[in-house]
């Protein structure tokens, strides 16, 4: 990539990199190094023409069908989030319904 002056690396860390959590110790220091790792290559090398970004996939938390989903009112993977957070998973059909 440095030779072709151009480039894309992507890396997959996790969500729960971004906070500590009780019994998560090496799960958490090691998604939290792919993202800090991803923050120094992206500064080292984007001079170089090369991109370097990092994916955050998160938890979707299931949920029972229920006549509204039928009804086309939510999205067919429930809610997004984690730690706690019931975050709506936004797609057109939902926005649609709103």
């Given at each position: 990539?440095?030779?072709?002056?151009?480039?894309?690396?992507?890396?997959?860390?996790?969500?729960?990199?971004?906070?500590g959590?009780?019994?998560?110790?090496?799960?958490?220091?090691?998604?939290?190094?792919?993202?800090?790792?991803?923050?120094?290559?992206?500064?080292?090398?984007?001079?170089?023409?090369?991109?370097?970004?990092c994916?955050?996939?998160?938890?979707?938390?299931?949920?029972r069908?229920?006549?509204?989903?039928?009804?086309?009112?939510?999205?067919?993977?429930?809610?997004?989030?984690?730690?706690?957070?019931?975050?709506?998973?936004?797609?057109?059909?939902?926005?649609?319904?709103?």
């Amino acid at each position: 990539m440095i030779a072709q002056g151009a480039g894309k690396i992507v890396n997959v860390a996790a969500l729960g990199g971004t906070q500590g959590g009780a019994l998560m110790a090496a799960y958490v220091a090691s998604k939290s190094a792919v993202i800090r790792l991803t923050e120094s290559m992206a500064l080292e090398l984007r001079d170089k023409g090369i991109n370097v970004n990092c994916v955050l996939p998160s938890t979707i938390e299931p949920r029972r069908p229920t006549a509204r989903h039928a009804q086309g009112r939510f999205h067919a993977l429930g809610r997004a989030g984690g730690a706690g957070r019931r975050d709506p998973v936004f797609s057109p059909r939902m926005q649609r319904a709103r």
